[in-house]
């Protein structure tokens, strides 16, 4: 049994890791799609997913772009004949390992450092859900976009000479999707923050030049990474 000060993913990987169960997908492949019914969950080892929604007209959500060391479960545990409640879709060519859902919670409900790891990371998941929804809802859609923007900062922010670039390639459509907002109205608030050097546009990456505008703009409250991420 492992000690539980391992996180979850690490206890998981440690058990499931085989090249059997390893998984490659290119840029672009979908994992699941909402409503599929549940044969899986995934450790993602390399890459970036987006989780999301698609509404009935159309309207695509981004909920959340996981990064290398997550464990994507979206679905209700421990229900019969489970569904998908998102979709996901691969961002980058990713490598992931495939476990069977039974297999699965069989492990967290039969090792309790497991279960201990499991209860820690729904929480911390909660907690980030429960901060996303306040920012979005608190701030507007352009305050919404900026705490955005910093939460891309903690997730996938890398220090150059410029700022702190996100080093993640997104579209305006697709921070729009992330936003719930409109790529018209995401396109204005942009250029307006370009104009007056807060950030910068360079080949689908964003270099944030006054982050410290930015966290004033919504009262950001400095929460740690681990609560302020878009994962």
């Not at 206890?11 to 899986?40: S, Y």
């Not at 772009?65 to 997550?70: G, K, M, V, W």
């Not at 209700?76 to 495939?98: M, R, T």
């Amino acid at each position: 049994m492992l000690r539980n000060s391992l996180s979850i993913y690490n206890q998981l990987l440690h058990f499931f890791q085989d090249d059997d169960q390893l998984l490659k997908v290119k840029a672009g492949t979908v994992l699941f799609q909402e409503k599929d019914p549940v044969d899986h969950v995934f450790l993602l080892l390399k890459g970036s997913i987006a989780l999301g929604r698609v509404h009935l007209r159309g309207k695509d959500f981004i909920l959340k772009i996981l990064n290398e060391r997550e464990l994507i479960v979206e679905y209700q545990l421990f229900k019969a004949h489970p569904h998908y409640q998102f979709y996901a879709k691969s961002l980058s060519d990713c490598e992931l390992i495939a476990i069977k859902k039974e297999q699965f919670e069989k492990f967290i409900t039969t090792d309790p450092d497991a279960m201990n790891g499991f209860v820690s990371w729904l929480s911390t998941s909660y907690l980030k859900a429960q901060m996303k929804c306040q920012d979005l809802i608190m701030n507007g859609k352009k305050g919404g976009l900026y705490s955005i923007l910093i939460r891309l900062c903690n997730t996938y922010g890398v220090m150059t000479k410029d700022g702190i670039l996100i080093d993640l390639p997104l579209t305006h459509q697709e921070l729009a999707n992330l936003t719930y907002g409109t790529r018209e109205v995401i396109q204005r608030t942009l250029k307006e923050l370009r104009e007056n050097d807060i950030i910068s546009y360079d080949q689908q990456k964003f270099t944030i030049k006054n982050l410290h505008y930015l966290k004033e703009e919504v009262d950001c409250q400095n929460c740690a990474y681990e609560i302020c991420g878009v994962n």
